[in-house]
C-alpha cells in the first residue's frame, strides 16, 4: 500500500467534506421557501410496518368471554404447552382476565438490534378494556414473514369504561386500545442501500415538474457542479459521496437548502358531506353573470268545528271538523352579481357572500360556472 497515496486520499476526503459544510453554512435562506428535507424524502429511507398476535393478561373481569371468542382459550393452551403446562382437553377454562391482542408498531430506518420501539395494542376479541393488563412476550413480523421485533411490557391506556347492575354503561375515549412506550426490542436489522449506490434519490412528497426543477437548479447551484439531475416529476437522483461519512454529512447539507415549491395548481375542492369548500388562491373565473335566489312554501293546517243550525234533526244534523288549509309562496327578490374577467379568490367570496349563499348554495353556484366553462379550476367533490 502506497502511504502517500492513502494521506492523499485522506486530504481530498477532508476538502470535500469541508466543502460540503462551507456550504451549508454560507448559503442563505431564500424567502417564502421550505427546506428540501421538508418537500421531500430519500428514497429507501423508510420505516416498516410489524404486528403481532398476543395475549393481555391482569386484567380485573374485562377480559374475552371464552365462549364468543374461543381462539383465546387456544392461545393460552398453546403457550402453557410451551412452558410446560398441559391442561386436559376436557377441561374448558372460564377466563375473565385474558383478551387476545393485535400488537403493532413501525420500525424505524437504520433501527439497530437492542433498540427500543413503541406499540400499540388493541383488542380482537369483546374484550371491553385493557386497562391494568401487561401484554405477555409476542413476536413482531414483518411482511416477510420474519420477526424483527420482541413486544412485552404494562398497557398505558387513557379509555376509561364503567357499568351499572341496571346494564347503564359509560365510556371515556377507547379502553380496548393501549400503548406501551418502548415495549418493543429490534432483534433483526433490515437492510438498507442508503450507502451502497453512487447516488441518492430525492422523492418529492407532492409531484409537480417545477419543484423538482427547482431543486434541481438548487442543489447543482449551491455545491457548484452538476451533481443534481431531474428523473421526472417526483424524483431527483443526486451523486454523493461514497465514504458514508461524507454521505451523511452531504445529506445534511443538502435537505436544508431552501428551495422556493412550485405552487399548486388552481383547485375548488368540495366536501358533500360536511359542506366544507376550499378554494386555492389561484382559481380565476372568466366573464359571467350568477343569480341566487329561493323559494319559502308555507302550508298551514287548521281544523274547524261546524255545527247544525239550533234545533235541527235529522241526519245532517251533527258536529263535524272540518281542515281549513292555507298555502303561502314567498319568493325573495332574486339578486345577481356579475362576475369579471380574471377576478381572483378574495371577489369571489366577496360576490357570494354578498346574496348570502349558504355552502350548499356555493357548491352549486360553482358547480354552474364549471359547467358553464367560466371556472378556471379543477373542481374536486370528495
Do not use: C, W
Amino acid at each position: 500500500m502506497d502511504i502517500r497515496h492513502t494521506h492523499s486520499g485522506r486530504r481530498r476526503a477532508a476538502t470535500v467534506l469541508q466543502l460540503v459544510l462551507t456550504v451549508a453554512l454560507t448559503v442563505p435562506a431564500a424567502a417564502s421557501a421550505e427546506r428540501i428535507k421538508d418537500i421531500a424524502s430519500v428514497a429507501g429511507v423508510r420505516s416498516n410496518p410489524l404486528i403481532g398476535y398476543g395475549l393481555v393478561v391482569g386484567l380485573d373481569g374485562s377480559g374475552d368471554q371464552t365462549s364468543q371468542a374461543p381462539f383465546t382459550v387456544q392461545t393460552l393452551r398453546n403457550m402453557l404447552q410451551q412452558l410446560g403446562v398441559t391442561i386436559p382437553p376436557d377441561v374448558n377454562p372460564q377466563l375473565k382476565n385474558v383478551a387476545a391482542v393485535s400488537v403493532q408498531a413501525e420500525l424505524p430506518p437504520f433501527a439497530k438490534p437492542g433498540q427500543a420501539i413503541d406499540v400499540t395494542v388493541s383488542s380482537i376479541g369483546n374484550s371491553t378494556s385493557l386497562r391494568g393488563g401487561a401484554l405477555l412476550m409476542t413476536p413482531l413480523r414483518g411482511a416477510d414473514g420474519e420477526v424483527y421485533a420482541i413486544a412485552q411490557g404494562n398497557l398505558v391506556v387513557s379509555g376509561l369504561g364503567a357499568s351499572g347492575r341496571d346494564g347503564s354503561r359509560i365510556v371515556v375515549n377507547v379502553p380496548s386500545t393501549g400503548r406501551i412506550p418502548s415495549g418493543a426490542l429490534v432483534e433483526r436489522l433490515v437492510v438498507n442501500a442508503f450507502a451502497q449506490r453512487p447516488t441518492l434519490t430525492l422523492n418529492l412528497n407532492a409531484p409537480d415538474f417545477t419543484s423538482a426543477s427547482r431543486v434541481t437548479a438548487r442543489i447543482n447551484e449551491s455545491f457548484g457542479a452538476q451533481l443534481a439531475s431531474t428523473v421526472d416529476a417526483v424524483s431527483v437522483e443526486v451523486l454523493a459521496p461514497a465514504d458514508t461519512t461524507q454521505r451523511v454529512a452531504f445529506l445534511s447539507s443538502l435537505e436544508n437548502l431552501d428551495v422556493a415549491p412550485g405552487e399548486a395548481p388552481a383547485r375548488v375542492i368540495v366536501n358533500s358531506r360536511t359542506g366544507t369548500v376550499v378554494i386555492g388562491s389561484h382559481v380565476r373565473v372568466m366573464p359571467a353573470a350568477v343569480t341566487h335566489g329561493s323559494m319559502v312554501v308555507t302550508i298551514t293546517e287548521d281544523l274547524l268545528v261546524s255545527q247544525p243550525p239550533p234545533f235541527a234533526d235529522g241526519p245532517g244534523a251533527q258536529t263535524v271538523v272540518v281542515p281549513d288549509s292555507s298555502i303561502t309562496v314567498e319568493q325573495p327578490e332574486g339578486r345577481m352579481f356579475l362576475l369579471g374577467r380574471g377576478v381572483t379568490l378574495h371577489d369571489i367570496v366577496q360576490a357570494v357572500n354578498a346574496v348570502g349563499a349558504a355552502p350548499a348554495d356555493l357548491v352549486a353556484i360553482l358547480e354552474a360556472l364549471k359547467q358553464a366553462g367560466a371556472l378556471q379550476a379543477e373542481l374536486i367533490v370528495i
